[in-house]
């Protein structure tokens, strides 16, 4: 398969186009199709294609080192499928095995319409909106959540879509066995969170819904006039399943207060936009806005942002190791590594225990 692209043959997905969606291709067959890689992603491959009959979108598993259970396209397009009409989400058209016929990915991908807005990935992007249309749109981004929360799964077609019962305890085994296929440098800090966790994991039984996994600021897209931006379309739905909510909320919490965490590690493209000054409310007040739209108060989140803390350091360290392979596509991945460390602390603070040197405490929300 000759790649135009890292990743795609824009030739190959421009002949599957004419000949299984002939309606996207157009009457001329798509010959001058082009694609973009969309850079900001560390995970999943994400491409912009246009010159179809309208502009489209897709997304197949990142180059070389790929986890198990990791990077399942089927999974993805399967919940974005469902969720259409219930949170905002692309519209999808296909998901293809391209294993061994190697015409477009040589993988297994998915393509979905695309959604105009912006992304919110970095400081400078807030720009677009005023103070106040952001703390408007942080009060939608947890109610949207909240929605999500809310939707049964059984009808919207998802009911087997995960296991609940002992979410939480699967997370733990499976992020450990990521993290081990990925260990390529001692971290004692994170192996030390690794087991606080384990010896901490809060009961879920009583909480289960379709959890995204990865829910954050930068995982939507963005659209409306300065005064009054809205979540378009919710992205990035390769972690989600069924489980315990309150994961998406830590994790949501771990990013609307990591900024000074990065800027200390010296780490760019992974804080988002969410910076002092921008009109961004406090974490406790997207909490409040959540619990409002669930109708019900949220508990003590210490172990889940602590778990969230944990998540994306393994997900650091994996493309970490992704990066010393020279298996990555785009820019920042020289420097990601460096913020394994100082997740780990901030996680072991989360659950009140003592770090080496600089490790301080923290509360729950």
């Given at each position: 398969?000759?790649?135009?692209l890292p990743g795609l043959d824009v030739a190959g997905l421009a002949a599957w186009l004419a000949r299984e969606h002939p309606e996207l291709a157009g009457s001329d067959g798509a010959p001058g199709l082009t694609a973009t890689l969309v850079?900001?992603?560390?995970?999943?491959?994400?491409?912009?294609?246009?010159?179809?009959?309208?502009?489209?979108?897709?997304?197949?598993?990142?180059?070389?080192?790929?986890?198990?259970?990791?990077?399942?396209?089927?999974r993805e397009h399967r919940v974005i499928t469902a969720l259409a009409g219930t949170v905002p989400v692309p519209g999808t058209v296909a998901v293809v095995d391209d294993t061994e016929a190697g015409e477009v990915t040589g993988t297994v991908?998915?393509?979905?319409?695309?959604?105009?807005?912006?992304?919110?990935?970095?400081?400078?992007?807030?720009?677009?909106?005023?103070?106040?249309?952001?703390?408007?749109?942080?009060?939608?981004?947890?109610?949207?959540?909240?929605?999500?929360?809310?939707?049964?799964?059984?009808?919207?077609?998802?009911?087997?879509?995960?296991?609940?019962?002992?979410?939480?305890?699967?997370?733990?085994?499976?992020?450990?066995?990521?993290?081990?296929?990925?260990?390529?440098?001692?971290?004692?800090?994170?192996?030390?969170?690794?087991?606080?966790?384990?010896?901490?994991?809060?009961?879920?039984?009583?909480?289960?819904?379709?959890?995204?996994?990865?829910?954050?600021?930068?995982?939507?897209?963005?659209?409306?006039?300065?005064?009054?931006?809205?979540?378009?379309?919710?992205?990035?739905?390769?972690?989600?399943?069924?489980?315990?909510?309150?994961?998406?909320?830590?994790?949501?919490?771990?990013?609307?207060?990591?900024?000074?965490?990065?800027?200390?590690?010296?780490?760019?493209?992974?804080?988002?936009?969410?910076?002092?000054?921008?009109?961004?409310?406090?974490?406790?007040?997207?909490?409040?806005?959540?619990a409002a739209r669930a109708g019900t108060a949220v508990p003590d989140l210490a172990w889940y942002r602590a778990f969230a803390c944990y998540k994306l350091a393994v997900i650091l360290e994996g493309i970490h190791y992704r990066y010393t392979?020279?298996?990555?596509?785009?820019?920042?991945?020289?420097?990601?590594?460096?913020?394994?460390?100082?997740?780990?602390?901030?996680?072991?603070?989360?659950?009140?225990?003592?770090?080496?040197?600089?490790?301080?405490?923290?509360?729950?929300?």
């Amino acid at each position: 398969m000759t790649h135009e692209l890292p990743g795609l043959d824009v030739a190959g997905l421009a002949a599957w186009l004419a000949r299984e969606h002939p309606e996207l291709a157009g009457s001329d067959g798509a010959p001058g199709l082009t694609a973009t890689l969309v850079t900001g992603g560390r995970s999943n491959l994400t491409y912009r294609v246009d010159g179809a009959a309208r502009p489209l979108v897709v997304r197949r598993p990142p180059l070389g080192h790929v986890l198990s259970s990791a990077h399942d396209m089927r999974r993805e397009h399967r919940v974005i499928t469902a969720l259409a009409g219930t949170v905002p989400v692309p519209g999808t058209v296909a998901v293809v095995d391209d294993t061994e016929a190697g015409e477009v990915t040589g993988t297994v991908f998915f393509v979905m319409e695309h959604v105009d807005g912006a992304v919110l990935a970095r400081p400078e992007d807030n720009a677009a909106w005023t103070r106040a249309g952001l703390g408007a749109l942080s009060v939608e981004l947890a109610e949207v959540l909240a929605d999500l929360h809310a939707t049964d799964p059984a009808a919207v077609g998802l009911a087997d879509f995960g296991r609940p019962a002992g979410y939480l305890g699967r997370q733990l085994k499976t992020w450990r066995r990521q993290y081990d296929a990925s260990r390529s440098r001692p971290q004692p800090l994170l192996d030390t969170l690794q087991e606080r966790l384990a010896d901490a994991v809060p009961d879920d039984g009583a909480r289960s819904g379709i959890v995204h996994g990865d829910y954050r600021l930068d995982n939507v897209l963005v659209a409306g006039p300065p005064e009054a931006p809205h979540v378009a379309a919710v992205l990035d739905w390769e972690m989600a399943t069924l489980g315990d909510p309150l994961v998406d909320l830590g994790m949501l919490g771990m990013y609307w207060d990591i900024h000074d965490l990065t800027r200390a590690a010296g780490v760019v493209g992974v804080a988002g936009a969410i910076a002092p000054g921008a009109g961004y409310p406090d974490f406790a007040e997207v909490i409040d806005a959540y619990a409002a739209r669930a109708g019900t108060a949220v508990p003590d989140l210490a172990w889940y942002r602590a778990f969230a803390c944990y998540k994306l350091a393994v997900i650091l360290e994996g493309i970490h190791y992704r990066y010393t392979g020279g298996q990555t596509v785009g820019a920042g991945f020289d420097t990601i590594g460096a913020l394994v460390e100082p997740l780990a602390r901030e996680g072991l603070a989360r659950l009140g225990a003592t770090a080496p040197e600089h490790g301080t405490t923290a509360g729950g929300a």
